[in-house]
Each structure stands twice: as structure tokens, then as C-alpha cells.
């Protein structure tokens, strides 16, 4: 099976650029689309509740952050001149995972590649993870690369 859209969710740690680095890859080899995805938590703009601030400055806040997340990426695919689609997805309390595994289907994603720290035993109850969450509810292939972010 080819994949024609590869959807690889980003923020600015080693193991998405690492899972961006493979998807680049793989859409090489497949001819695929990739679909850089990051996930912007309101929660972290609402100190008082995001009531709280004016929505303009709210808004401005997210798009800054979402920006952010994506630079880098975006970087790596325009020198990889495959075609690539950006989306700066809001999170308001919403589980991660249940808005990538929604993202990945409207889009009509073929494969997630995700980066993962393997956190285990008491920093994995603690910490949770995406990546889990969308390898156990996802009905789409997914690759996992765990990296250690600890060197």
C-alpha cells in the first residue's frame, strides 16, 4: 500500500523532528502529501480563564504559539520540495490524541508518524501519552519513534 498523505503531529521537541525527519523520508519513497500538525493548548493562555484576557489578545497568543510549533518544520519540508500541508489545531481541554485521530481522518491520512519520549513505569502514569492514545484508538496505521531526549 502507498501512502499518500502522512500526517506527523510537531511541537519543538527532538522526537517530533525526528518523526518529521522519517515521514520526509517515507513521502519520499511514496510520493506522499505530509500533513504537519500542531496541537496549541488554550489552557495555557488562560491564567483566569480565558475569559479572562480579551480574545483578540487570546488569539494572538495561539497563532504565536502555533508559529512556533510549526517554524522548524516548515523549514525542513520546503527543502525537501515534497508538498506539505500546515494546521494549527486549538485544544481547549480536548484530549490530544482524540484531536489527532479526528485531524488524521477528515484529512484522509494514510499514516501518523509520531515521536515518543518511552517514558515507562511511574513517569508513563505521570506523564501519559499521546502517542499511546492514538496508537491504541486509531483505526490509521501509525509509526512510532522513540527518541531520548536525555543526552
Not at 527543502?79 to 485531524?103: H, M, T
Not at 518511552?118 to 506523564?127: A, D, I, R, Y
Request: charged share 25%; net charge negative.
Amino acid at each position: 500500500m502507498m501512502y499518500r498523505k502522512i500526517m506527523v503531529p510537531v511541537d519543538e521537541s527532538a522526537a517530533a523532528k525526528r518523526a518529521l525527519q522519517e515521514a520526509i523520508m517515507l513521502a519520499k519513497l511514496c510520493h506522499s502529501v505530509i500533513r504537519v500538525v500542531n496541537v496549541v493548548d488554550l489552557a495555557q493562555f488562560s491564567w483566569g480563564g480565558v475569559g479572562a484576557m480579551p480574545s483578540e489578545e487570546v488569539r494572538k497568543a495561539v497563532n504565536a504559539a502555533g508559529e512556533k510549533g510549526v517554524r522548524e518544520a516548515q523549514a525542513l519540508l520546503e527543502q525537501s520540495s515534497l508538498q506539505y500541508e500546515i494546521a494549527v489545531i486549538e485544544s481547549a481541554g480536548d484530549k490530544i490524541a482524540d484531536l489527532l485521530i479526528r485531524e488524521a481522518t477528515e484529512h484522509h491520512v494514510d499514516l501518523v508518524v509520531m515521536g515518543t519520549h518511552g517514558f515507562s513505569g511511574f513517569m508513563h502514569v505521570l506523564m501519559g501519552s499521546v502517542a499511546e492514545g492514538v496508537l491504541r484508538q486509531s483505526d490509521i496505521p501509525v509509526m512510532l519513534l522513540r527518541v531520548r531526549e536525555d543526552n
